[in-house]
T-cell receptor, first 112, second 115 residues
Framework: QKEVEQNSGPLSVPEGAIASLNCTYS??????FFWYRQYSGKSPELIMS????GDKEDGRFTAQLNKASQYVSLLIRDSQPSDSATYLC????????????FGKGTSLLVTP | DTGVSQNPRHKITKRGQNVTFRCDPI?????LYWYRQTLGQGPEFLTY????????KSRLLSDRFSAERPKGSFSTLEIQRTEQGDSAMYLC?????????????FGQGTRLTVV
């Protein structure tokens, strides 16, 4: 059973719109949740971290966490073509000694 | 402040050969992680170190793979008797681990092609 699930997409949104990316996880003991952005051929880049239920905002990005539902999401406001990338959800995993477990990623395409 | 550095960036090797990759973490970081990523997949956890101790190793990791971090600074990942299925991007990340809520930062990766 995959521990971290993401819709692979592609998710296509017009420039200026809000992009909503979702992630579910199976390990109820997880405490740390991260969103990474990965451009094609590049390594993952950390963009958001969240540890408590609720929302956390950083610029155009908002991470939302609901531990009861085992659900974490990322909202990107005023999407730009430069936001086109794969977004990886990562959760610390008990089975790996709290190293990060990643989903497969959601591909986002922002069209001009 | 330099980031995580990995060498080489690219490696092409013949099947059956051994390869070794190096990772230099961010200088004050005590945790170092190795991941493998293939096309269309998220990074797959391989192993991690806290200082020089290897604390966790993926159950899926073949015994052809070995990693070291002898002085708690840089780390090496060796793959013996490479197979075509080993072709992937090998990623290193580091963190300054104080509790579970610790952010990890990745290097540029080493892309391995086994021919």
């Amino acid at each position: 059973q995959k521990e971290v699930e993401q819709n692979s997409g592609p998710l296509s949104v017009p420039e200026g719109a809000i992009a909503s990316l979702n992630c579910t996880y199976s390990d109820r003991g997880s405490q740390s949740f991260f969103w990474y952005r990965q451009y094609s051929g590049k390594s993952p880049e950390l963009i958001m971290s969240i540890y408590s239920n609720g929302d956390k905002e950083d610029g155009r990005f908002t991470a939302q966490l609901n531990k009861a539902s085992q659900y974490v999401s990322l909202l990107i406001r005023d999407s730009q073509p430069s936001d086109s990338a794969t977004y990886l959800c990562a959760v610390n995993g008990r089975d790996s000694g709290y190293a990060l477990n990643f989903g497969k990623g959601t591909s986002l395409l922002v069209t001009p | 402040d330099t980031g995580v550095s990995q060498n080489p960036r690219h490696k092409i090797t013949k099947r059956g050969q051994n390869v070794t990759f190096r990772c230099d973490p961010i200088s004050e970081h005590n945790r170092l992680y190795w991941y493998r990523q293939t096309l269309g997949q998220g990074p797959e956890f391989l192993t991690y170190f806290q200082n020089e101790a290897q604390l966790e190793k993926s159950r899926l990791l073949s015994d052809r793979f070995s990693a070291e971090r002898p002085k708690g600074s840089f780390s090496t990942l060796e793959i013996q008797r490479t197979e075509q299925g080993d072709s992937a991007m090998y990623l290193c990340a580091s963190s300054n681990y104080r509790d579970r809520n610790t952010e990890a930062f990745f290097g540029q990766g080493t892309r391995l092609t086994v021919v």
